[in-house]
């Protein structure tokens, strides 16, 4: 079976936004969604990349950054129904693979570990994660180096994560504990509990 063509693909991707944000009640409405002309852009600079015209790649990225707050390096490589909610401050880098149906929100970071050490590392290495199908990604959540994302894993918000996590795993940061004034000789405090999958 063929893969679908670019336009295929954009339709699918503007669906997607208003299956998965509730906020958004028809395409006419999806079109203005923050993050889809980030996704938009990278799927044209993505094919641009791969027929060696990385200088014009390059460029798309950057004026959909300047755009919309999202940089995903065009050699990254995207899945279908990628959905990105919100958008701002979200960074994919150039050898990161996101998997079909991937739900990323704010300020996800899917980088490197650092050049002092990727330096090092045989040329054509992947450097970046590798996103599992179906996976959620929370807010403010960082997955560094070249770690794999199990299909169905759920990354809470907050969480750094550099090991992989395995098919179905919840890796989940911790929330803030409260502690509330004290009042005569008693001390109330609330326990940790685990982060939810994304604060959306």
Do not use: C
């Amino acid at each position: 079976m063929n893969p679908p063509g670019l336009l295929a693909v954009l339709r699918e991707d503007l669906h997607t936004v208003v299956e998965r944000d509730p906020s958004v009640r028809s395409a006419a409405e999806a079109l203005l969604h923050p993050a889809l002309p980030a996704v938009w852009a990278h799927r044209v600079a993505r094919r641009l990349h791969t027929r060696g015209r990385r200088m014009t790649a390059r460029l798309i990225m950057v004026l959909a950054r300047a755009v919309t707050g999202v940089e995903i390096h065009p050699g990254a490589e995207l899945g279908r129904k990628v959905f990105i909610d919100h958008g701002s401050g979200v960074v994919i880098g150039e050898t990161a693979v996101v998997g079909d149906n991937v739900t990323l929100y704010h300020q996800v970071t899917l980088g490197a570990v650092g050049w002092w050490r990727d330096n090092l590392r045989p040329a054509g290495q992947r450097r970046h994660p590798m996103v599992g199908e179906g996976v959620v990604i929370g807010a403010n959540a960082t997955i560094l180096g070249p770690v794999t994302i199990g299909d169905g894993a759920v990354i809470g918000a907050q969480s750094l994560i550099v090991t992989d996590v395995p098919a179905g795993a919840r890796a989940l940061a911790p929330t803030a504990a409260l502690k509330l004034r004290q009042e005569g000789r008693q001390t109330y405090e609330l326990l940790r509990h685990n982060a939810s999958a994304g604060s959306w």
